[in-house]
């Protein structure tokens, strides 16, 4: 089976410019969600979505958002870049089952600075 | 609230050498999960074990073995024999209970670990 896939894995953005990055899950899962990760911060849950709905959410501003696909893949958009979003954006897919707490597969990330 | 720590930052050893990753939790939950990942310099997270609050049960895999003691409030990591090829960054996760139905529940990382094993 083939792992969770992102794309780009890197990308050089400038301060107030947008961002979307993508997300492909292992194959028949169908929860996806989004860390990111700084040296600073370390890895922090950014949001989770299962049916193309928002299921959770983590403690970041609006110019963070997400959406999914039917067919389960994701994108990420960040807007009016800042320096401070520098970061891995990983992100991680699940089967997801009504117990929750799966483990999650993480993808390679995406490396964003901006400049 | 929930947070997970990890107190040490970086960790060296020379190949062959056991080496143990602590991992504190705090949660008022009383049904939770906890992980462990690595991360290799590639970046990506591999999972390594999960286990929940009810199976106190210490588990081998290999040379990896983990001592989960709900007393303390630990999920520590032992790597017998280490190899050059441990070496990454190892993070300890616990995984909130989910706000409602059709969600996994985040994972909430402690600061991690990074294991340098030299040859």
């Known amino acids: 089976k083939a792992g969770v896939t992102q794309t780009p894995r890197y990308l050089i953005k400038t301060r107030g410019q947008q961002v979307t990055l993508s997300c492909s899950p292992i194959?028949?899962?169908?929860?996806v969600s989004w860390y990111q990760q700084t040296p600073g911060q370390g890895l922090q849950f950014l949001f989770e979505?299962?049916?193309?709905?928002?299921?959770n959410k983590g403690n970041f501003p609006g110019r963070f958002s997400g959406r999914q696909f039917s067919n389960s893949r994701s994108e990420m958009n960040v807007s009016t870049l800042e320096l401070g979003d520098s970061a891995l954006y990983l992100c991680?897919?699940?089967?997801?089952?009504?117990?929750?707490?799966?483990?999650?597969?993480f993808g390679p990330g995406t490396r964003l600075t901006v400049l | 609230a929930q947070k997970v720590t990890q107190a040490q930052t970086e960790i060296s050893v020379v190949e062959k050498e056991d080496v143990t990753l602590d991992c504190v939790y705090e949660?008022?939950?009383?049904?939770?999960?906890l992980f462990w990942y690595k991360q290799p310099p590639s970046g990506e997270l591999v999972f390594l074990i999960r286990?929940?609050?009810?199976?106190?049960q210490n588990e081998i895999s290999g040379r990896y073995s983990w001592n989960f003691q709900k007393s303390t409030s630990s999920f520590n990591f032992t790597i017998t024999a280490s190899q050059v090829v441990d070496s990454a960054v190892y993070f300890c996760?616990?995984?909130?209970?989910?706000?409602?139905?059709?969600?996994?529940?985040?994972?909430?990382f402690g600061k991690g670990t990074k294991l340098s094993v030299k040859p």
């Open positions: 979505y299962f049916s193309e709905t928002q299921r």
């Open positions: 194959s028949g899962h169908r929860s």
């Open positions: 996760a616990l995984s909130e209970a989910p706000p409602r139905g059709g969600s996994q529940g985040n994972l909430i």
């Open positions: 991680a897919s699940s089967p997801l089952s009504g117990a929750g707490h799966n483990e999650q597969f």
């Open positions: 949660t008022r939950d009383t049904t939770y999960y």
């Open positions: 286990r929940n609050s009810f199976d106190e």
